[in-house]
């Protein structure tokens, strides 16, 4: 069965620190993957994807992510945060059935 | 180009009442879906649509139909209304659905707060 995890539930950092959100993923075929942000009380918007191809991808925002097969991961970067940023963040997969599986979210908030 | 709406914005029902939740897109687009969403469960798909004229169940899809009868509009009902669908709705569209592609990635809509008693 296809899933995805992200493994912190929150995260604080300072403003200008970077950041890493985790994301591990379950699925047997070659993944699509995406980041999505959501600040409160809004729908989510679209940072970031990934299909094929260069394993690094830029999304909006500054924000970065890396795919790493071997560990199954889509890591989201950003060099220096800025106090905007904070917002929940999810990982998801598409699965061929044209199904989009979701994280649980890792909600970010930026000390000044 | 208004993007994707919902509609209504807020909602109170009683158990065992029906109700239908809205969405409508003006960007062409042919997927659309209807995601729950849950306190530390992130979201969760619980119908979708490939077409006008199409719906397929989700990871979610009990208590809930649906109808997409128009290109521009994905209807969510609650026949019989439990606190446990107490949840807010997303609606999001996409041009490609998973798959890459001019504009691929979903557009979500503001969400429906839906509480029932």
């Not at chain 1, 990934?50 to 830029?58: A, K, N, P």
Request: charged share 15%; hydrophobic share 35%.
């Amino acid at each position: 069965a296809q899933s995805v995890t992200q493994p912190d539930i929150h995260i604080t950092v300072s403003e200008g620190a970077s950041l890493e959100l985790r994301c591990n993923y379950s699925y047997g075929a070659t993944p699509y993957l995406f980041w999505y942000v959501q600040s409160p009380g809004q729908g989510l918007q679209l940072l970031l994807k990934y299909f094929s191809g260069d394993t690094l991808v830029q999304g909006i925002k500054g924000f970065e992510a890396e795919f790493k097969r071997s560990q199954s991961s889509f890591n989201l970067r950003k060099p220096s945060v800025h106090w905007s940023d904070a917002a929940e963040y999810f990982c998801a997969v598409g699965v061929k059935s044209n199904q989009f599986y979701f994280g649980t979210g890792t909600s970010l908030t930026v000390i000044p | 180009n208004a993007g994707v709406t919902q509609t209504p914005k807020f909602r109170v029902l009683k158990t065992g009442q029906s109700m239908t939740l809205l969405c409508a897109q003006d960007m062409n687009h042919e997927y659309m879906y209807w995601y729950r969403q849950d306190p530390g469960m992130g979201l969760r798909l619980i119908h979708y649509s490939v077409g006008e004229g199409t719906t397929a169940k989700g990871e979610v899809p009990d208590g809930y139909n649906v109808s997409r009868l128009k290109k521009q509009n994905f209807l969510l009902g609650l026949e019989s209304a439990a606190p446990s669908q107490t949840s807010v709705y997303f609606c999001a569209s996409s041009p490609t659905g998973i798959y890459p592609g001019h504009g691929s990635g979903q557009f979500f809509g503001p969400g429906t707060r839906l509480t029932v008693l």
